[in-house]
């Protein structure tokens, strides 16, 4: 299975700042690389797709890049409502994995 | 509106079975592909099984490949995960998602979930 690593594992900032998420994965993924928000108690919510899409519905302040083994995502200016857990998904393979998750939180 | 409603979790001994269902809604469910992913309590998420738009492809976790089978039936609208010979290590909440319209293999549409506790 391709392995997917996301770092920092937890994050801590204010609302305001740019905040940066990082996933890895352990083989190259091309650009089959989507992100996800979940809240406490809900479920997971769609930002980005295909590494760099805006799913439809999401603030533009958030945005992907990336491809091949090395991702990110952008917050550019945190919202209150955006300290949640974030977690990258890989559907190169057919066996779809999930990163750990990055818990965000408010400095 | 778009919408996927999961039932049928619940509490079942190691070793027992139970079937999730996902009624959809508010699309065209015939058309894309579905999966469902779980989430142990306090961890992250892990993909459990996809199935085709027509039910002639169908992929599953290592870990739940043999025990577990995904289906639907299109003239129903539904989903389902037939769980057997279950474990401690599959108590999670389950989540059937939609592919994403791109078939990107996104899931842009969730569940609420459906919490299934494997405990004696």
């Known amino acids: 299975d391709i392995q997917m690593t996301q770092s920092p594992s937890s994050l801590s900032a204010s609302v305001g700042d740019r905040v940066t998420i990082t996933c890895r994965a352990s083989?190259?993924?091309?650009?089959?690389l989507n992100w996800y928000q979940q809240k406490p108690g809900k479920a997971p919510k769609l930002l980005i797709y295909?590494?760099?899409s805006l799913q439809s519905g999401v603030p533009s302040r958030f945005s992907g890049s990336g491809s091949g083994t090395d991702f990110t995502l952008t917050i550019s200016s945190l919202q209150p409502e955006d300290f949640a857990t974030y977690y990258c998904q890989q559907s190169y393979s057919t066996s779809i994995t999930f990163g750990q998750g990055t818990r965000l939180e408010i400095k | 509106q778009v919408q996927l409603v999961e039932s049928g979790g619940g509490v079942v001994q190691p070793g027992g079975s139970l079937r999730l269902s996902c009624a959809a809604s508010g699309f065209t469910f015939s058309s894309y592909g579905m999966h469902w992913v779980r989430q142990a309590p306090g961890k992250g998420l892990e993909w459990v099984a996809f199935?085709?738009?027509?039910?002639?492809?169908?992929y599953y976790a290592d870990s739940v490949k043999g025990r577990f089978t995904i289906s639907r039936d299109n003239s129903k609208n539904t989903l389902y995960l037939q769980m057997n010979s279950l474990r401690a290590e599959d108590t999670a909440v389950y989540y059937c998602?939609?592919?994403?319209?791109?078939?990107?293999?996104?899931?842009?549409?969730w569940g609420q979930g459906t919490m299934v506790t494997v405990s004696s």
């Open positions: 295909a590494a760099s």
């Open positions: 199935i085709r738009y027509d039910g002639s492809n169908k």
């Open positions: 083989q190259s993924i091309s650009s089959y």
């Open positions: 998602a939609k592919d994403h319209v791109s078939g990107a293999d996104a899931f842009d549409i």
